[in-house]
C-alpha cells in the first residue's frame, strides 16, 4: 500500500451476476424483444459466440463495471421450433445463489433488502412465424421455498406472475413453453 492509498476510498462493490441477469431479464432484454425482435432473432440465429455475451456486457455497461469474460461465458442462448409456427430463444442465465426466505422475521428481510435477488433461470421469447407476434416469459426464482415461478412481460411493461414454474431445467421450461402455447390457441 501506497502513503497515498490510504486516502483512496474503498472501490465499489461488484454487482452481483444475480442482479446482472436480473437487470438483462426485466430491464435489458424486453426492450429488444418489443422494439427489435427481427434483430434479436438475426443475432442469435448468427451462432455467433458474441451473441451469448451481448446482453452481459450491456448489463455491465450500464452499472459502468467491467465485463469479466468468465461471467460472460455463463450465459447461453438456445432456440427451438414450438411447432411449424412459432419459434422460441431462450437465454439460460447462470445457476443463481438458493434464496429461501421462508420462515425469515419482517424484520431480519427488511435489515437485510439489497443483499440477495431474486433471480432468472431463463428467459424465453415465443415469436409466431407469420405474425410476428411475440410473448416474453421469465422463470425465475421464488422468494420462498427454493421453487420457481413463471412470469410473463408484455410490450408495456406489465410483469404478471403467472404461478409455480418447473425445476430450472432448460427441456422443462421448453416444455412449458409448448404447454403454454398450446393453452393460448
Known amino acids: 500500500m501506497g502513503l497515498l492509498d490510504f486516502f483512496k476510498g ?77 419459434t422460441l430463444l431462450v437465454l439460460a442465465y447462470p445457476q443463481p445463489a438458493a434464496i429461501d426466505l421462508t420462515g425469515k422475521a419482517v424484520k431480519e428481510m427488511t435489515q437485510n433488502v439489497g443483499t440477495w435477488v431474486i433471480a432468472p433461470h431463463f428467459s424465453g421469447i415465443v415469436r409466431s412465424k407469420q405474425h410476428d407476434h411475440i410473448r416474453y416469459y421469465v422463470l425465475g426464482q421464488t422468494s420462498m421455498g427454493g421453487g420457481t415461478v413463471l412470469r410473463e412481460i408484455d410490450d408495456m411493461a406489465t410483469n404478471a406472475n403467472l404461478g409455480a414454474g418447473p425445476a430450472p431445467e432448460l427441456d422443462n421450461f421448453v416444455a412449458l413453453m409448448r404447454q403454454r402455447l398450446g393453452e393460448s390457441e
Do not use: M
Request: proline share 5%; charged share 15%.
Open 10 to 86: 474503498k472501490p465499489a462493490a461488484r454487482t452481483s451476476l444475480e442482479q446482472l441477469s436480473y437487470n438483462i431479464a426485466y430491464q435489458i432484454l424486453p426492450h429488444y424483444v418489443f422494439r427489435q425482435a427481427a434483430q434479436l432473432f438475426d443475432i442469435v440465429g448468427s451462432s455467433s459466440e458474441t451473441s451469448h455475451f451481448l446482453f452481459y456486457h450491456l448489463a455491465c455497461k450500464s452499472q459502468a463495471i467491467p465485463s469479466l469474460p468468465e461471467q460472460a461465458e455463463q450465459y447461453h442462448w438456445h432456440q427451438f421450433d414450438l411447432d411449424t409456427s412459432h
